[in-house]
């Protein structure tokens, strides 16, 4: 199975988050599962808040990139389409909100779970969860919108 | 003046975000400016979300520490203290909203502006602003609450 983030046009894959052309990120790789997409990640040694806990920022991160995935896949499935018959539709946030439930242990992989709660052609609106070994430790809302045309280019462009 | 940061004790300085002694983060500094609490960020070029544009989840980054900076500022004040009396209280995020006004573009250092809106000895919601160019493009709402004791080691140590 290939992951959503893999699907991105390549114009669109320079994501610090998750894009595939972007050396120096994370990378995140996520999967449809049943009705609810999933990725995993292990945070490096640095990436702390506190010694021992993962610094918020890169839970907002996973979330984000995730979150965007989510509804690709869930634009994809709407158009009658498996992930994998076509390049990805790219989607951008609109806003995020992360519940912090309670500090995220620095070591264990994360598990990032999203599923679209309500969705239209103009934006959806995904719910999300991190886990470590088992337990969630934040919980996320996305709203998530198709790219406007005028980010598909820079600005320096014309 | 010294940064907000420069002042938490050695021990919760080590934040991928703000920590002063994270080598590899973003050292985020926070400085008082009158009832704001003010940061500057120049995004590096592998930190794009597509061409041309800041990554949401730096974005979130940064409202995130420069939220519990600002809060830290004003649990200070409330206390009669300046900053650079004494070390800074180390606050941690129990939740982040970011709503994207528009996209962010990658270039320009960016503004990040913050101020307490509400404030108890047991939380304080701060709002925030990212600027670039003297435009905002991100808002951000964070509620701060003081550090847990059981934070302040590792999950590993007894």
Not at 2 to 12: K, T
Not at 18 to 25: E, I, K, S, T, V
Not at 53 to 79: K, Q
Not at 109 to 117: K, S
């Amino acid at each position: 199975m290939r992951a959503i983030q893999d699907l991105y046009p390549d114009d669109f894959s320079h994501c610090y988050g998750c894009g595939r052309l972007n050396a120096h990120g994370h990378q995140l790789k996520s999967y449809v599962d049943g009705d609810d997409v999933v990725a995993r990640f292990t945070p490096s040694a640095q990436h702390m808040a506190l010694p021992g806990f993962v610094y918020g920022g890169l839970i907002a991160s996973l979330i984000d990139c995730h979150a965007m995935a989510t509804a690709a896949a869930a634009a994809e499935r709407a158009a009658g389409r498996e992930i994998g018959d076509a390049p990805a539709p790219r989607f951008v946030t609109a806003s995020l909100a992360v519940n912090y439930v309670k500090p995220t242990p620095l070591g264990p992989e994360l598990e990032i779970r999203g599923h679209v709660r309500e969705r239209t052609d103009r934006k959806a609106i995904v719910e999300l969860t991190v886990a470590a070994s088992g337990v969630v430790t934040a919980q996320g809302e996305a709203v998530a919108v198709p790219m406007p045309p005028n980010m598909g280019r820079t600005p320096h462009s014309s």
